[in-house]
């Protein structure tokens, strides 16, 4: 069964960063496209990137802002998601998600979910 595990949130004034992870177990990671979310109290889950399982191909939603990078290591089973220059707006549960379709920017082309890790930028 296919496992995601995602680290790395937590409280950052704005202006700073984060990295967030994503370790995946289970099954062969390279199989996976993966793709992040986020969900902001009130409001739906949104898309954010998404990776590519081989050749390492990125897709992020027109909203994100330059200031994320997606990114994997497929000896380590991880995908990151580097957050810079954070904002209040950024403020969000994020939840990582895998899929064997490759990359998609929809939730329903993701079977398998992490229980994910809470964002919060504020001074």
């Known amino acids: 069964q296919v496992r995601l595990v995602e680290s790395g949130g937590g409280l950052v004034q704005p202006g700073g960063s984060l990295r967030l992870s994503c370790t995946v177990s289970?099954?062969?990671?390279?199989?996976?496209?993966v793709g992040w979310f986020h969900q902001a109290p009130g409001k739906e889950r949104e898309f954010v990137a998404a990776?590519?399982?081989?050749?390492?191909?990125?897709y992020y939603a027109d909203s994100v802002p330059g200031r994320f990078t997606i990114s994997r290591d497929n000896a380590k089973n991880t995908v990151y998601l580097q957050m810079n220059n954070l904002k209040p707006d950024d403020t969000a549960v994020y939840y990582c998600?895998?899929?064997?379709?490759?990359?998609?920017?929809?939730?329903?082309?993701?079977?398998?979910w992490g229980q994910g890790t809470q964002v919060t930028v504020s001074s």
């Open positions: 998600a895998a899929t064997t379709v490759g990359v998609a920017g929809t939730s329903e082309k993701y079977p398998y």
């Open positions: 289970g099954d062969t990671f390279s199989n996976y496209a």
């Open positions: 990776i590519a399982g081989r050749g390492g191909g990125t």
